[in-house]
């Protein structure tokens, strides 16, 4: 009799999978918030002197238990740059690293506090949460709502489809946004000119690198891209977070870390074409979580992985599927 339970089982369990599999499963989720990485600020106290530097500390998750700690100070001269490492026991994280050849150990107390010394000085920090200033901003009167956004109830999703014109495959969730499933999907709509306002959030995947770490991106008229990615604590390029693919690297950090909504506020600016061809490039200027990164940059080709072919204007808007769980919600247009 066992022997039967557990052959049922198993043929249940192949023709769930097969379900699933039919329906199109959806990406492998990200992992919870560990409660260690994340935001930390307060002082550095410099050994020579009274008055403390601000600092701040972005931690980030590197999978097993691994945790890498990006330490910097605005004030001091010269400013101080530096990563810390270590394992975590439970919430806790001994940690140790150089600054140059300055030795420095300390311990972070997850979701709590970050201390750490060295001959030169010592910082204080506690876990602090930022958020963007422009999260859950209502579309003004006029705009073309594509996403709404209500709290607590799945969002409509008919003023986007496939790239193949099928209805739109990716997950309405209760939380108010959509998950990103089965390719592409484009606005039904097409727009020239506009302000843009998106919302995204990277899930949390310690184990990832580089591209595989959160990926997706915004593409203007199907072919400008502003990369979507947890870049949380690494230095602006054009391919991590807010970078403009193969054009512009953001002019400033903005990322926060995955899990918290972010947003962009673009504003966009289309080419002029002619027979296909641009004779005037487009423009964009993009803040991201509040902070300024781009500012009236140029864009004359069409950036990696966006819609090729004959250059149309007006065109539709892109999202992408990069095989990450991302998620979106609260987009809106407003025509120039």
């Not at 039967?4 to 023709?15: P, S, Y």
């Not at 309405?172 to 592409?184: C, E, H, K, W, Y």
């Not at 250059?311 to 247009?333: C, E, K, S, T, Y």
Request: charged share 20%; glycine share 12%.
């Amino acid at each position: 009799m066992t022997e039967l339970r557990i052959t049922a089982g198993c043929l249940l369990a192949l023709l769930v999978a097969a379900c699933v599999a039919a329906e199109g499963a959806p990406p492998p989720a990200g992992e919870p918030d560990d409660g260690i990485m994340g935001e930390y600020a307060g002082d550095f106290l410099p050994a020579e002197r009274a008055k403390p530097d601000k600092a701040d500390a972005k931690v980030i998750g590197e999978g097993g238990g691994a945790f890498r700690a990006v330490i910097s100070t605005e004030d001091g001269k010269p400013a101080l740059k530096f990563s810390m490492t270590g394992k975590a026991e439970g919430k806790t994280v001994a940690l140790a690293g150089k600054a140059g050849d300055v030795e420095w150990k300390g311990v972070l107390e997850g979701g709590k506090t970050l201390t750490a010394e060295s001959k030169v000085g010592k910082i204080k920090l506690a876990f602090t949460v930022r958020r963007s200033p422009t999260e859950g901003q209502k579309p003004p009167t006029g705009a073309v709502v594509l996403l709404p956004f209500e709290e607590g109830k799945a969002p409509a999703t008919d003023a986007w489809q496939s790239m193949d014109g099928k209805p739109c495959p990716w997950i309405p969730l209760p939380s108010g946004a959509i998950q990103v499933r089965g390719g592409n999907i484009q606005t039904k709509k097409s727009f020239g000119n506009v302000q843009l306002h998106v919302e995204f959030r990277t899930p949390y995947m310690p184990a990832a690198r580089g591209q595989g770490r959160g990926n997706s991106g915004v593409y203007l008229q199907s072919r400008y891209e502003i990369q979507v990615l947890d870049s949380f604590g690494l230095e602006p390029k054009d391919n991590e977070c807010g970078g403009i693919y193969s054009v512009g690297a953001p002019k400033a950090v903005a990322s926060l870390p995955p899990g918290p909504w972010q947003t962009y506020d673009a504003t966009f600016t289309a080419p002029e074409v002619k027979d296909g061809k641009i004779t005037k490039p487009a423009v964009i200027t993009v803040l991201h979580n509040g902070i300024k990164i781009h500012e009236n940059v140029k864009i004359d080709h069409v950036t990696t992985a966006g819609v090729g072919g004959p250059i149309v204007a007006p065109a539709p808007l892109m999202l992408q599927d990069h095989g990450n769980p991302v998620q979106f919600r609260n987009i809106w247009i407003v025509e120039q």
